[in-house]
């Protein structure tokens, strides 16, 4: 909101939210232009394709992607776990609930293909709710249950939601995966995702899940646990990648650590989306006790599930198995 007051300005915030008149078209279209920026042309007659040619619902619907892909919520919000594992709501969502009358032209199904996608900005497409038209939005938690059934049905993220961690390092580069720590000097085995301690877990597949206390105060990973998950039991996305790094394999492993709280038994059968465990800041990550100190979940994906190697070797990247990932 307070992005979107010093975008418009107070009157600019009070015509999005119909509480005064709407600008006329032309000097819409003149503003589209500036903020669409070189390409304008181009970009334009796309972005009004997608809302019917009415100016002004295209003007908000640029207006709200644009301010979901600059401003991440999760980014301000340090101290509360709870408030951290909802997903934040796009901007559509909160002009509709100020607003009095407010029409929002859905954007029409074809042009989210379209090949650029230059209207709009930035990855703000594949996780801002869409612009509703008249029906009452649904609420928070439907959201969210909807982003973590939709992509498919044996996989769940390992967290509720997983923003690369930035706290801590350079830049959210230093939590992905490979060579990308000390200016490339050092090696990150898996990827960092966020989360405060005590934040659950959550096995990604259906499998078997092998947890292990940390063996002493010196083992960087902490408490660990690897879920054992076969080929067969993942969805077609993930079995597609892992067959391209690895194409004769039959299980894979997902590898946790810096955990608090683990399965009751060393060795457990899991369904996917069961909690499997808690975040936490054991291992080397001991100073790490809130998301703004560097708390974070470290997450690898395993060639074979419980084979102990070092550096790189036996792992791959896990991040294009993440469905939802905020700041990919
Ligand atoms: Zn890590």
């Known amino acids: 909101m307070a992005y979107l007051l010093h975008h418009e300005g ?25 903020q ?19 100016p002004a619902a295209a003007y908000k619907g640029w207006l709200f992607s644009y301010i979901d892909a600059n401003i991440c919520v999760d980014h301000f919000v340090i101290e509360d776990a709870k408030k951290f594992a909802t997903p934040p709501r796009s901007m559509a ?21 379209d090949k650029k996608g230059n209207q709009t900005p930035a990855h703000s497409s594949s996780k801002t709710t869409p612009p509703s038209s008249g029906k009452p939005l649904p609420d928070h938690q439907t959201q969210s249950a909807t982003t973590q059934i939709a992509p498919a049905n044996r996989w769940h993220d390992p967290l509720a939601v997983c923003t690369l961690r930035t706290a801590g390092l350079a830049g959210k580069t230093g939590a992905m995966f ?3 720590r000390n200016g490339g000097k050092k090696n990150h085995q898996g990827i960092d995702l966020a989360a405060n301690p005590g934040t659950p877990i959550y096995a990604v597949a259906d499998g078997i899940v092998y947890s292990k206390k940390s063996p002493s105060s010196s083992y960087a990973y902490g408490n660990t646990l690897v879920l054992e998950v076969g080929i067969n039991d993942l969805p077609e996305p993930q079995a597609a990648e892992f067959r391209r790094i690895n194409p004769n394999a039959r299980t894979i492993g997902f590898f946790y650590a810096h955990l608090s709280g683990l399965p009751d038994t060393p060795k457990q059968i899991v369904k996917s989306g069961d909690v499997i465990g808690k975040t936490g800041s054991s291992g080397n990550a001991s100073k790490m006790t809130s998301i703004a100190l560097g708390a974070h979940l470290h997450f690898e994906v395993r060639l ?13 990247d896990p991040l294009p198995f993440i469905v939802n990932c905020t700041n990919r």
């Open 178 to 180: 490979g060579w990308t």
């Open 36 to 54: 669409l920026g070189e390409d304008a042309g181009k970009a334009l007659n796309s972005l009004l394709e997608r809302y019917d040619y009415e």
């Open 304 to 316: 074979e599930a419980r084979k102990v190697a070092t550096g790189l070797a036996n792992r791959a």
């Open 10 to 34: 107070l009157t600019g915030a009070l015509r999005i939210f119909g509480k005064k008149p709407q600008m006329n078209d032309a000097d819409l279209l003149k503003r589209l232009r500036k």
């Open 93 to 113: 969502a909160i002009a509709q609930l100020l607003s009095s009358g407010i029409q929002v032209a859905k954007p029409k199904p074809k042009a989210r293909s």
